[in-house]
């Protein structure tokens, strides 16, 4: 019985509850790698106390089971209620049962013990360790040995250390785990090693990036509910597919949202099942696809690979008819109309019309403005003059030269990204929010300035500057709802607190209009809180920023308005210490020496 685990998770996953033969379906989509990896992913994320050697046989009893389904004469199970079949199948066995503590689950029937799995799994420990920290020479002698052994042992930890990514997003990380090994394990074992050294930091950004995104959409749905939700999507993908109608538009989003709630709360099976779902059925919309090249691209690959492809696909050309600026003034009269009888339809046809003629704006600047531009209906749509009403309201309010404003914003701060380089880029981050909230611990503020550091190092490759708005905005605010979401800034920093319960679209413009805090009362300077040894000599690259960032953040919790340049002395300082006790004979001694002098010289210029 354990075998039908497997097979039905896995249906659950990816197959379209209109299938006749569900596990056929998705055993001939999938294909046969495909099949054993997702079943894998299943099993490993719902029974993360399981090991490979339970877990293996299970796979290939599944393998099995796909190819009866698909032939002549199917089995009853192929048809059964894939729900049920998978946690009954679970609930049968005293082993898996035991291991993962199940048993309170499995006393319970129907929609309660449904439930009763998806809590379960949601409370499973997160650990975003992402790969092993064997040798390059160890693990490429395993990858060479059975190649296949190799990725089904890594797909099985990490989808056990990853219980809520999707499993599209763990096989595309084991994709993309694989390409690094494949290069640097053909090179010898000191070249192995450091190709290994210099790919991982690239990997694991990207698996960071995954996974943040993944955890912003969450928060956003969360936190804001269906109606922003439905909002940001309808931007997003009204850039994306500017050939599609508006009433085509909301009928794509309307069935992503259905699937965003169970995916965020850890029903990875209704989650998958509903994406196969929308994805088929746009990839099944022939008016749509012959009109939308990127969309037309993304539908010819790999029944898993669809759906990532769509995500990260980019603006489509806009039709020739499309005029290049929207009048919402010569269009009052039926916006009003509209707006008087279904309110969410007039904005997001808004929305619509303003992100199919702007892909260079940000999701937040159009939801700012349609915000705005709410307000406006709201106090002029029922009034007889609503056209000059509504003119009067948003005469301040120019959608145009919003977007403008804002991406020579975000220009300017690539320029000085360039300028500063990557590294002191991320201290002047760290200065920036140490300065706001300086209440905060050094771990959280060395977290949010490491990872607004990352944002712009990823948005500002953007050359033209076309698209650095989207994407530095929405990484950037996806930053701070992690930010607001992880802790409870009311007991840290009320001014903060403040923007954290602002709306969603206006949450990174109240943190810019933060003044250096000046009420905060820092503890005394303590050289015991600030070490400089020999270590450092060693250091790599990345824990000497680690010590120059954590100087930093105790010099400016000092004196939230330091000037900049006393910062760099400080920071220069720093450099001339480390270097001249590296050179020196006695570098414990030394350093013991000069540490002592660079706080107190530090002390002195927090004073000024």
């Known amino acids: 019985m354990q075998w039908l685990a497997v097979c039905s998770l896995l249906v659950l996953l990816c197959v379209s509850a209109r299938s006749q033969n569900q596990i056929c379906t998705i055993f001939t989509e999938a294909k046969k790698d495909g099949f054993k990896a997702m079943a894998l992913v299943g099993l490993a994320q719902n029974l993360p106390d399981s090991l490979l050697d339970d877990v293996v046989p299970l796979v290939a009893e599944a393998f099995t089971m796909g190819i009866q389904c698909c032939s002549d004469e199917p089995l009853e199970d192929c048809n059964r209620d894939v729900a049920d079949l998978f946690q009954s199948a679970v609930c049968s066995s005293e082993t898996l049962v035991e291991k993962s503590n199940l048993k309170h689950c499995c006393e319970k029937t129907a929609t309660e013990r449904t439930h009763c799995f998806v809590d379960h799994k949601a409370k499973i420990p997160r650990d975003l360790s992402l790969t092993s920290e064997s040798p390059a020479a160890d693990q490429c002698e395993d990858f060479k040995k059975d190649r296949k052994d190799f990725v089904e042992s890594f797909i099985f930890r990490f989808s056990k250390r990853n219980t809520m990514l999707p499993p599209h997003v763990i096989l595309a990380v084991t994709k993309s785990y694989g390409e690094v090994l494949a290069t640097c394990c053909g090179k010898s074992e000191v070249e192995a090693q450091t190709c290994f050294n210099t790919k991982k930091p690239t990997f694991e950004h990207f698996v960071r990036n995954r996974v943040n995104e993944l955890k912003a959409l969450c928060i956003v749905h969360n936190k804001y509910g269906d109606r922003i939700f439905k909002a940001k999507?309808?931007?997003?993908?009204?850039?994306?597919?500017?050939?599609?109608?508006?009433q085509e538009m909301k009928g794509i989003v309307d069935k992503i949202v259905a699937t965003t709630a169970p995916c965020c709360s850890g029903d990875m099976i209704t989650c998958m099942k509903r994406r196969k779902v929308l994805v088929d059925e746009v990839c099944g919309n022939r008016s749509v696809l012959s009109r939308t090249a990127g969309l037309k691209a993304c539908c010819k690959e790999h029944a898993i690979d669809r759906g990532s492809c769509v995500e990260a696909m980019k603006p489509d050309t806009k039709p020739d008819s499309l005029s290049e600026h929207y009048d919402l003034h010569a269009d009052i009269a039926a916006v009003c109309h509209t707006f008087t009888k279904t309110p969410d339809v007039a904005l997001g046809k808004l929305i619509y019309e303003l992100s199919v003629r702007h892909p260079?704006?940000?999701?937040q600047v159009i939801l700012r403005f349609s915000k705005e531009a709410e307000q406006a209906f709201l106090q002029c749509c029922d009034k007889e003059d609503h056209a000059e009403c509504v003119k009067t309201a948003l005469a301040d309010s120019n959608i145009d030269k919003m977007i403008t404003d804002e991406i020579e914003y975000y220009k300017n701060l690539c320029a000085a990204e360039a300028a500063l380089g990557d590294y002191n880029f991320e201290k002047s981050m760290m200065v920036y929010y140490t300065r706001i909230m300086p209440q905060a611990s050094f771990v959280q503020l060395h977290i949010v300035s490491e990872t607004v550091a990352d944002v712009f190092h990823d948005c500002c490759k953007d050359q033209p500057?076309?698209?650095?708005?989207?994407?530095?905005?929405?990484?950037?605010?996806?930053?701070?709802?992690?930010?607001?979401?992880d802790d409870d800034y009311s007991s840290i920093n009320p001014r903060i607190a403040h923007c954290c319960n602002q709306s969603y679209s206006m949450r990174r413009p109240c943190i810019l209009a933060i003044q250096p805090d000046t009420e905060f009362t820092p503890p005394e300077l303590d050289?015991?809180?600030?070490?400089?040894?020999?270590?450092?000599?060693?250091?790599?690259?990345?824990?000497?920023?680690?010590?120059?960032?954590?100087?930093?953040?105790?010099v400016v919790r000092h004196k939230t308005t330091i000037t900049e340049d006393h910062l760099k002395t400080i920071s220069t300082n720093f450099s001339i210490t480390k270097e001249k006790c590296c050179a020196a004979e006695d570098k414990e001694a030394c350093f013991t020496d000069q540490a002592a002098k660079l706080l107190a010289e530090s002390v002195e210029l927090v004073k000024v």
Do not use: R
């Open 233 to 246: 999507k309808m931007i997003q993908y009204s850039q994306k597919m500017p050939q599609a109608s508006f």
């Open 360 to 363: 260079e704006s940000s999701q």
């Open 465 to 485: 500057g076309h698209l650095v708005l989207p994407c530095a905005e929405e990484k950037s605010t996806n930053v701070l709802d992690a930010t607001c979401n």
């Open 527 to 554: 050289a015991n809180d600030f070490h400089m040894g020999p270590e450092l000599c060693t250091k790599n690259s990345k824990d000497l920023l680690l010590s120059g960032k954590k100087l930093l953040y105790d």
